[in-house]
């Protein structure tokens, strides 16, 4: 699915179901607990944390959840995200075309 598609897709959902967009404010604190859940999975996963009796490695399904708020984000300030990752690949391809290759802590 493209990005467009998912926006698209997100905002038909909430207009079935979800009744309204939270506000912004609201869908930022949300996309940071989000983004705090995906943190704890990967702490147990790949850090020195370990799950907890009823916890299961969910790392897909917090990413989905991730993105979900942050298209719903994109959707209700009006950012049409296949154009701004592409200018930001861009960006970063312009400005660190040789800064990683160079790196020497990388090699």
Do not use: P
């Amino acid at each position: 699915m493209e990005i467009k598609e998912a926006q698209k897709k997100v905002d038909e959902w909430i207009k079935t179901y979800g009744v309204r967009y939270f506000n912004e404010l609201t869908n930022m604190a949300i996309l940071s607990e989000e983004v705090g859940e995906l943190a704890r999975v990967i702490a147990r996963k790949y850090g020195e944390q370990s799950f907890k009796a009823g916890e299961n490695d969910n790392m897909a399904d917090e990413m989905a959840d991730v993105l979900w708020v942050l298209i719903c984000l994109a959707n209700q300030t009006g950012v049409n995200l296949d154009e701004a990752l592409q200018k930001n690949i861009s960006k970063k391809t312009k400005r660190d075309k040789d800064r990683h290759t160079n790196n020497k802590k990388l090699q």
